[in-house]
């Protein structure tokens, strides 16, 4: 409900007053002291109310406290909270008994979070941070040459191919909006192929799995490329994922990453959660920073091969990579934890060794030369199953 504007608050009195939400009743006691006529030099409680109208354009409702609500920190709504149980909202989610004093600059757990069915429930039990969405503004894309317009165009295009190939067309556009936001934000590199590629580098630390889990190895369905390049393209041209706004980080709604809970969830588009930076940083004013306009070259054949693995601190990346290479699996103890190191490829599935390869390659020349019958006939199903066709589903129109 909204209770109308500043203006005819001064005449509605104690019934406005009474209307308006608990949380914000001694303000707007404070507010009628502060707008009366005076001669005397303006007092703080007169520009503090000059700020919460400014915040909430006037409303009064439910709309204005969440406006209010949006731009405090979490420290800020647990003390409002505190001193007003009429607020009657739920508490932060995920946080452990004496947040206020703990630091997420020390080394992070090596658990990436907790994956399958529980992590769809606990996602799905972290409500959207109320004023989360931001308004984001279309990029502008000056690329300095051609050569800079073909990467950055082919960059953004694989994050959204490798991220989101099978998501609906607003679920990549979501991907390819965080891509450039990173791009305008001050924490990350200034150019597209910069932002996708950073960290991709490294043994562990790739920002976008893709570079760093061997998926490039994998040439694209050509279909589904001309689809993320077609978003990608638009995203370059200006066009803005509005149910996404600000969002600088993802991820899919089967894991649950440990940092999650630290950042302001948005939504879910698709099976892909959008979250952005709390506070200021989050909001559409941070992202000041300008594209460079050059986009560096990138080695393809360097990042194809994956490099997702964990090593001993003994290891050198040298002796990591070579493990990998070798497809050697083993067990160590890290931080008292054990953990089995080696090479690790999406959805848990290992790597075919070439002699399997050259098997599935020899059936499969044996079935197109028609030595294999192309239907084979198996025996009649049990009592009590029906048998089904089975029909392709899932390819994106358009």
Request: charged share 20%.
């Amino acid at each position: 409900m909204i209770l109308g504007r500043l203006t005819p608050l001064k005449t509605t009195g104690r019934r406005a007053l009474a209307a308006a939400p608990a949380a914000m009743a001694v303000t707007l006691a404070a507010m009628g002291v502060a707008m009366s006529a005076s001669s005397t030099p303006r007092p703080d409680i007169d520009r503090t109310a000059e700020a919460l109208a400014h915040a909430t354009g006037g409303d009064l409702g439910p709309n204005g406290l969440a406006a209010v609500m949006a731009r405090m920190d979490a420290g800020q709504l647990a003390v409002a909270r505190r001193h007003d149980p009429a607020l009657g909202l739920p508490e932060l989610y995920g946080l452990t008994p004496g947040w206020e004093s703990l630091t997420l600059g020390g080394k992070p757990s090596l658990d990436q979070g907790v994956a399958g069915v529980a992590a769809q429930q606990l996602n799905a039990a972290m409500p959207n941070a109320l004023g989360a969405l931001q308004p984001a503004r279309p990029f502008v894309f000056r690329p300095a040459d051609e050569a800079s317009r073909r990467r950055a165009l082919r960059c953004l295009t694989q994050a959204v191919y490798y991220e989101a190939a099978l998501e609906p067309t607003e679920g990549q556009e979501g991907v390819a909006q965080v891509v450039l936001n990173r791009v305008r934000d001050p924490n990350y590199p200034s150019s597209v192929c910069g932002v996708v590629y950073q960290g991709a580098e490294r043994t562990t630390g790739c920002q976008f799995s893709f570079t760093c889990d061997g998926s490039l190895a994998r040439g694209p369905v050509r279909w589904a490329w001309d689809r993320a390049e077609r978003v990608a393209a638009r995203a370059l041209n200006g066009h803005v994922a509005e149910r996404v706004g600000t969002a600088t980080h993802y991820h899919a709604d089967y894991v649950h990453p440990w940092w999650s809970p630290t950042l302001a969830k948005i939504t879910q588009v698709g099976a892909h959660i959008f979250y952005r930076w709390k506070g200021a940083a989050g909001e559409t004013a941070a992202f000041v920073n300008a594209y460079a306009g050059r986009e560096p070259s990138i080695d393809e054949a360097r990042f194809a091969q994956s490099r997702v693995l964990l090593a001993t601190a003994a290891d050198s990346v040298e002796e990591a990579l070579a493990g990998a290479k070798s497809g050697e699996l083993r067990t160590v103890e890290i931080d008292g934890q054990t953990r089995v190191v080696g090479i690790a490829s999406l959805g848990g599935r290992r790597q075919a060794s070439k002699d399997e390869i050259a098997a599935i390659n020899e059936r499969l020349k044996a079935f197109e030369s028609g030595a294999v019958p192309s239907v084979t006939v198996t025996a009649p199903p049990p009592a009590g199953v029906t048998p089904m066709a089975v029909e392709e589903v899932g390819k994106p129109q358009g």
